[in-house]
């Protein structure tokens, strides 16, 4: 079954720290990727995604990732995060088959910034 | 546009009740989606609906029923809870459902089930 995987599930860092959040899926047809933020007590919102086109996708907010297609993987990165980038982050993605294309969520990623 | 809205925010159940979680948006947009949010699991695809009187199951649909008599709202009905539901609930709406049209989502309702 398709699948996305995301390698931390928790991650603590301080301010000014710089952020790389993995994220694999498993599937090797056409996909396209989604980061979402869950910030505390709020709803998802849309980080970033990629469709096609320049593998480097920028976000709000100063996100950025990169889609590695041989590597199957589609990894976030923040240079210097700031404490209001506590939140949970899930990458989701969406496989291309046709009629209704189901949005599959990987299991999230919890970042703490101390500050 | 308030986006899309969900009632209630919170809410307690005896196993055996049955409630109807509420959703909607003022966003015409054609699909909309019911997901659960459990610790550890993501989000999960419980049931959806890609227009007006057109629905389908998603990952997780044992135990919840839907329908979409209108665009704008997406209820899910749970007929006997059971404390396995116990979950933070979100519905979504996007324009389309070709993989290019961004998901929108509710604040989402906290269910427990005791």
């Known amino acids: 079954a398709q699948s996305v995987s995301q390698h931390n599930h928790h991650v603590i860092l301080s301010e000014a720290a710089s952020l790389e959040l993995g994220c694999n899926y498993s599937?090797?047809?056409?996909?396209?990727l989604f980061w979402y933020v869950q910030y505390p007590g709020q709803h998802l919102q849309l980080l970033l995604k990629?469709?096609?086109?320049?593998?480097l996708v920028k976000g709000i907010k100063g996100f950025e990732a990169e889609f590695i297609k041989s590597k199957f993987s589609f990894n976030l990165r923040k240079p210097s995060v700031q404490w209001s980038d506590t939140a949970e982050y899930f990458c989701?993605?969406?496989?291309?088959?046709?009629?209704?294309?189901?949005?599959?969520f990987g299991a999230g990623t919890r970042l703490a910034v101390h500050p | 546009n308030a986006g899309v809205t969900q009632t209630p925010k919170f809410q307690v159940l005896k196993t055996g009740q049955s409630m109807t979680l509420q959703c909607a948006q003022d966003?015409?947009?054609?699909?909309m989606s019911w997901y659960r949010q459990d610790p550890g699991m993501g989000l999960r695809l419980i049931h959806y609906?890609?227009?007006?009187?057109?629905?389908d199951q998603g990952e997780v649909p044992n135990g919840y029923n839907v329908s979409r008599s209108t665009t704008e709202d997406f209820p899910l009905r749970l007929l006997s809870a059971a404390p396995s539901q116990t979950s933070v609930y979100f519905c979504?709406?996007?324009?389309?459902?070709?993989?290019?049209?961004?998901?929108?989502f509710g604040p989402g309702t906290r269910l427990t089930v005791l």
């Open positions: 979504a709406s996007s324009r389309g459902g070709t993989g290019t049209d961004t998901q929108y």
């Open positions: 599937y090797g047809g056409t996909v396209n």
């Open positions: 990629y469709f096609s086109g320049d593998p």
């Open positions: 989701a993605v969406i496989l291309i088959s046709g009629g209704y294309n189901k949005l599959i």
């Open positions: 966003m015409n947009h054609e699909y």
């Open positions: 609906s890609v227009g007006a009187g057109i629905t």
